[in-house]
């Protein structure tokens, strides 16, 4: 495409919207230029902070020639009819996490891009964090050794706010509650890290009254490589980003903050064997969303394929689903290809 800005329409305009509206001011050669949601107080509080136009409707956006691409930031269950129509209509597609609830709507949300010619890019933002791109890197050169197994958790009380995101408080959007919110995170950073899973289970849980959808959730992953890692992910509990590789060379401990707070430990951690005392390893702090918006502008201007495109976003899907299937039957299930 033309040197000129990619034109974007975010939809959508919940906290998520501001924090990825933020990335995309960081983002040389991505604007904002129009956005929707049917608040109308809220639309035009957000058009007037970020200078774009505000649209009557979705239909509106996707008619307007002006228009490149869309930032979907809506719940999980409209995602797959408006990724399609964005696709019919010939814009570039940044949808968050996860891409769709079903895989059918996920595989959907794939084979409209990929007809229609546009990028999709799903939101799985967590692979842009430092040290979770320093440990793919450490683990490519062998620093580990064969890495055999895995723990990790993710929990963000923050994440549940009960009546003011009513939505993600419901069973059709989020059916394994926290591992559908942060614990999602850690399972997509597993997958980049290790490989496909073939194979999972879980446990669902539901501790505060208040909810109406699983806050507890502990489980298991197989992957194809023969690599086992225990996972959990909470809404109740205080937060806390924390992923274990355990190597037959060495140990590798990550604190994967996703920038603004302060990690509860180094974000990077090597113990080697025979060695008496871990090693921190040195991370550069980087802005995992304007990085991933950048990412982005990249794929739509033809620079780079998407870095987490739509059958990433799928394959996720697929590991949400039989973690669901698992926590209902009680045993391991397989996890069908995207």
């Known amino acids: 495409m033309s040197e000129e ?39 035009e509080d957000f058009a007037r902070k970020y200078g774009c136009m505000p649209y009557p409707d979705y239909a509106a956006i996707l008619e307007d020639p002006r228009i490149d691409a869309v930032v ?21 597609v940044f949808v968050e996490k996860p ?26 933002c967590w692979r842009w964090v430092a040290s979770v791109q320093k440990a793919k890197a450490l683990i490519g050169t062998g620093a580990l050794g064969e890495v055999t197994q895995a723990a990790g958790h993710f929990g963000n009380p923050r994440a549940q706010n009960y009546g003011r995101e009513i939505w993600r408080d419901d ?35 539901r501790k505060m009254a208040a909810g109406r959808i699983p806050d507890t959730a ?16 909470s809404f109740v509990t205080q937060r ?16 994967a903050e996703p920038g603004g707070g302060t990690p509860a430990a180094p974000g990077l951690v090597i113990h080697r064997g025979g060695e008496a005392e871990p090693e921190i390893v040195p991370v550069e702090k980087t802005d995992m969303i304007a990085r991933h918006m950048a990412s982005f502008a990249k794929s739509v201007r033809g620079d780079a394929p998407p ?32």
């Not at 084979?111 to 890019?121: F, H, K, N, P």
């Not at 850690?186 to 446990?203: C, H, N, Q, R, T």
């Not at 806390?240 to 604190?255: C, K, W």
Request: with cysteine; glycine share 10%.
């Open 99 to 124: 891409i769709a609830v079903t895989l059918a709507d996920a595989r959907a949300c794939v084979e409209a891009c990929e007809r229609a010619g546009v990028v999709l890019m799903v939101g799985h």
């Open 72 to 92: 979907l930031t809506t719940p999980h269950s409209a995602h797959k009819d408006q990724v399609c129509a964005a696709a019919r209509a010939g814009k570039h």
């Open 171 to 205: 069973p059709a959007e989020s059916p394994l509650g926290p591992f559908t919110g942060p614990g999602f995170h850690l399972l997509d950073i597993l997958k980049y890290l290790l490989g496909p899973v073939e194979e999972a289970f879980a446990v669902l849980e």
């Open 240 to 255: 806390r980003y924390q992923l274990s590789l355990f190597g037959t060379e060495a140990n590798l401990y990550v604190n």
């Open 218 to 233: 502990s489980g298991a992953l197989r992957f194809a490589s023969g690599v086992t890692a225990q996972v959990s992910s």
């Open 307 to 338: 870095f987490t495109d739509g059958r990433e976003g799928a394959a996720l899907v697929a590991l949400l689903s039989a973690m669901l299937e698992s926590s209902k039957t009680g045993g391991w299930t397989r996890v069908e290809s995207a």
């Open 5 to 43: 800005n990619i034109r974007a329409a975010c939809v959508g305009l919940g906290r998520w919207a501001g924090v990825l509206a933020e990335g995309v001011r960081k983002t040389p050669g991505l604007e904002i230029a129009a956005c929707h949601t049917r608040s109308d107080e809220r639309k």
